[in-house]
């Protein structure tokens, strides 16, 4: 069961599109700014808690792209002090996500989609709520769509088909992919998957690898495949691990065609992605 609902998550990101738009109309009357300052609050006193306060001085602001151009000529010491969460390094930004417990990076000109953007605000407004004495902890509350994205990225004004996303979903705590087989075996059940008992819809495996991290105790695989249909031709990379009970996947996907110029990024972001707690 916990094998299949991870397949699913798979079938669900690489079969539809996550539209990125930077639509002008706002809620209520309510300008972004105001939707989601309670997030952007809380952003900022999380990170001024995390980093140094010398490197934040040291760092000040992105005058003219200044910071950002500084901190590419020691990349490796910027990002390991997570200010690429607030300055890009040579072209990325990261995204830490404190409460699934991960991060990755992405291209620093795509953005958030808003569907997901304004329900975190939702959730953060329902959390400052006082809860009915039967009701659980707002920490606990399901997601109602266990197959939505967590956060997901794409290039403003795009269609939605290229885009990175992650999804994260409950199994049992002795889930181990490992024990369905390795790479290989994965990702070819990933990709009958995907594929179903359509035959207009054609999946490929491309590679498979595995990484770990000895210190998390995680072992992140890569999955590398293509997804074709009469109506579409994609190319996607894919990550996915368990730990604590739930199971992480990022997808990266594009159309088949941008794949050649993309190849570089989509393996960087996949190789960023790290859980964190």
């Known amino acids: 069961m916990a094998l299949q609902q991870y397949f699913h998550a798979c079938k669900y990101v690489s079969r539809n599109k996550v539209y990125m738009t930077q639509s002008s109309n706002n809620r209520q009357g309510k300008s972004p700014a105001e939707e989601f300052a309670p997030l952007a609050t809380t952003f900022r006193r999380r990170l001024l808690a995390g980093v140094g306060s010398a490197s934040l001085v040291a760092v000040g602001a992105?005058?003219?792209?200044?910071?950002?151009?500084?901190l590419g000529l020691v990349p490796e010491s910027g990002r390991s002090l997570k200010?690429?969460?607030?300055?890009?390094?040579?072209?990325?930004?990261?995204?830490?996500?404190?409460?699934?417990?991960?991060?990755?990076?992405?291209?620093?000109?795509?953005v958030g989609d808003q569907r997901l953007l304004?329900?975190?605000?939702?959730?953060?407004?329902?959390?400052?709520?006082?809860?009915p004495t039967n009701s659980p902890k707002s920490g606990n509350r399901p997601r109602k769509n266990l197959n939505e994205p967590i956060v997901a990225y794409g290039p403003p004004g795009s269609s939605g088909e290229l885009?990175?996303?992650?999804?994260?979903?409950?199994?049992p705590l002795d889930f181990s992919i490992e024990t369905f087989g390795g790479p290989k075996e994965v990702g070819e059940a990933v990709v009958k998957t995907i594929t179903g008992q359509r035959s207009d819809v054609k999946g490929t495996l491309i590679e498979s690898t595995m990484r770990e991290d000895p210190k998390m105790n995680v072992k992140y695989y890569e999955l590398e495949f293509k997804v074709e249909s009469p109506s579409f031709k994609r190319h996607n990379v894919a990550v996915c691990c368990a730990r604590g009970g739930r199971l992480f996947t990022l997808n990266a996907q594009a159309a088949e065609s941008a794949w050649p110029e993309l190849k570089s990024a989509f393996y960087r972001i996949a190789n960023s992605f790290n859980l964190t707690s």
């Open 62 to 70: 992105n005058f003219g792209g200044l910071t950002s151009f500084l």
């Open 83 to 110: 200010l690429d969460v607030l300055y890009p390094i040579e072209g990325y930004s990261r995204r830490i996500e404190n409460n699934e417990g991960f991060e990755f990076i992405y291209p620093a000109s795509w």
């Open 118 to 131: 304004y329900r975190a605000a939702e959730r953060l407004e329902r959390s400052l709520d006082p809860l």
């Open 163 to 171: 885009n990175v996303s992650v999804i994260v979903s409950p199994v």
